[in-house]
């Protein structure tokens, strides 16, 4: 099995740049996409659907029960090439496609991306949902290589982790074959909406996307997050490259920053995005929340007035319903 997004904001989270105007290091468009093209094959070796049991969701048991007797629940495994390592890899996700649809492939698809400690109950929920109001989800678990071993913890794997993630969700794209344009969105919390924002720069076919607590400048992130996994790395390199302060350790890890969703937005196909931004985030902090805001521009955005975890969950709480019909009337 895949390892989950366990480390996620860890492993993608230098990808990114400081600001939304280019640093002096900072590829152009078009040398961004061609590092996240390079290598990329989008051949699917083999796949298997294998029968998923009961998922527990939040809600009703009653809700819960009828959600499961609506929905067919499969597990995927994808066979891909890995565009680092150039080697076989899987990918790992759930697909849930409403019982009483014979032809799944006429439908509108949701991709969902978990954040950072992998797969969550929410992710879930939203995923049956969908699914009962006759929306095909996939919840994408992990791939092969998604988190770094420490072995492989050095300056070169954001990177690396970008474009395994990118080429990750174009396989499952390329599973899914979608039929006609504007048919598949996506739902990305944290990390996940981090990635979907990168992702959807690259990929055409997803036109639409949630951001739940995702950021932009991803350098002062790093310098600022108090996620326990950005912290520990950050308190290891600046030990052995003997750094004194976050400008320090923002200067050693610049120059192997080359891909940056930042970079992308302006050029990239207009996209229909509904942002979620927590006021008082120091996760990923709220001013850099703001920034891929602002490289969007005039897009719907829901604030609250919590940190990380409580936005994610106010917004699950109390805006469920307008982020899926969001995304359900957003795609064709």
Not at 60 to 67: A, E, G, H, Q, V
């Amino acid at each position: 099995m895949a390892a989950s997004f366990s480390k996620g904001l860890c492993y993608l989270g230098l990808v990114f740049s400081v600001t939304a105007t280019l640093p002096s290091y900072a590829q152009s468009a078009e040398e961004t996409l061609s590092l996240l093209n390079q290598n990329y094959d989008s051949k699917i070796f083999s796949s298997k659907e294998t029968a998923s049991g009961y998922e527990t969701i939040l809600g009703s048991p009653k809700s819960n029960i009828k959600l499961n007797l609506a929905c067919i629940v499969s597990n995927i495994e994808i066979e891909s090439k890995d565009p680092v390592s150039l080697e076989k890899r899987k990918i790992h996700a759930k697909l849930y496609i409403p019982r009483k649809i014979k032809d799944s492939s006429q439908l509108k698809t949701v991709i969902i991306m978990p954040p950072t400690g992998g797969v969550t109950i929410l992710d879930k929920t939203y995923s049956m949902r969908l699914c009962g109001d006759d929306v095909r989800a996939v919840l994408i678990e992990g791939w092969d290589h998604d988190v770094p071993t420490l072995a492989e913890e050095n300056l070169e794997m954001h990177d690396s982790g970008a474009i395994r993630m990118v080429s990750a969700v174009r396989h499952v794209v390329e599973y899914l074959q979608p039929v006609r344009k504007n048919q598949i969105g996506i739902l990305g919390t944290s990390v996940g909406a981090i990635s979907s924002s990168l992702v959807m720069s690259v990929d055409s076919r997803i036109s639409t996307g949630v951001l739940i607590v995702g950021g932009g400048g991803l350098l002062e992130i790093i310098s600022q997050s108090t996620e326990k996994n950005l912290a520990r790395l950050r308190k290891s390199r600046m030990a052995e490259y003997k750094l004194e302060s976050m400008e320090e350790y923002q200067q050693l890890l610049s120059p192997y920053i080359k891909i940056d969703p930042l970079t992308l937005i302006p050029t990239a196909e207009k996209k229909k995005i509904l942002m979620v931004i927590g006021q008082a985030d120091v996760t990923v902090p709220t001013a850099n929340q703001k920034k891929l805001l602002a490289a969007y521009g005039n897009i719907p955005v829901i604030y609250h007035s919590g940190d990380h975890l409580n936005t994610i969950l106010k917004a699950f709480e109390l805006n469920q319903t307008e982020i899926l019909k969001f995304l359900v009337d957003s795609l064709n």
